[in-house]
T-cell receptor
């Protein structure tokens, strides 16, 4: 199964952009890249997903490397509410999401 | 905004007892899932359910576990004889689409199970 590697934690200042990296060097050609986040004491929340092209939505942008071995989740202007664990996830061969340990994002006021 | 609701929020049980966790998925969703998260660890897939049958299950989902959709709205996870290692947060999720790459999963807030 494809796996992802993320930093354990990152810090950012409020109102500034945040770039959360993810390595997935064993990704296969049909694996989608998903990002979810988990705020404290809450269930996971969908952020964004993509296959090859960069993606934008109201929450974030997803930049996918040309070789697809890495991707970056971009929060354009972090707020205190964005403090969460961010998971970069690939699907396994049975189309289920395989979660890594995630990156704990700390936002400093 | 529609949401997935789970009950109870916290259940404490004795080892060996049966536990049923309840979920009400979003009403127009057709695909249902259970995940669990042991404290401080990764989120782990347990089972997916569609058209009144299990579509996929992980190695964790052994004979002690079962799922059911007893009526048009509820989706339950039963653990027949709980073990200490079943202590975890259990998340229910639902989605409109069959494949996770075509649609997002909507998660509930979880049911914390503590086995003593």
């Amino acid at each position: 199964d494809a796996k992802t590697t993320q930093p354990n934690s990152m810090e950012s200042n409020e109102e500034e952009p945040v770039h959360l990296p993810c390595n997935h060097s064993t990704i296969s050609g049909t694996d989608y890249i998903h990002w979810y986040r988990q705020l404290p004491s809450q269930g996971p929340e969908y952020v964004i997903h993509g296959l090859t092209s960069n993606v934008n939505n109201r929450m974030a942008s997803l930049a996918i490397a040309e070789d697809r071995k890495s991707s970056t989740l971009i929060l354009h202007r972090a707020t205190l509410r964005d403090a969460a664990v961010y998971y970069c996830i690939l699907e396994d061969s049975n189309y289920q999401l395989i979660w890594g340990a995630g990156t704990k994002l700390i936002i400093k006021p | 905004e529609p949401e997935v609701t789970q009950t109870p929020s916290h259940q404490v049980t004795q080892m060996g007892q049966e536990v049923i966790l309840h979920c009400v998925p979003i009403s127009n969703h057709l695909y249902f899932y259970w995940y669990r998260q042991i404290l401080g660890q990764k989120v782990e897939f347990l089972v997916s359910f569609y058209n009144n049958e299990i579509s996929e299950k992980s190695e964790i989902f052994d004979d002690q576990f079962s799922v059911e959709r007893p009526d048009g709205s509820n989706f339950t996870l039963k653990i027949r004889s709980t073990k200490l290692e079943d202590s975890a947060m259990y998340f229910c999720a639902s989605s409109e689409a069959a494949r996770t790459y075509t649609g997002e999963l909507f998660f509930g807030e979880g049911s914390r199970l503590t086995v003593l």
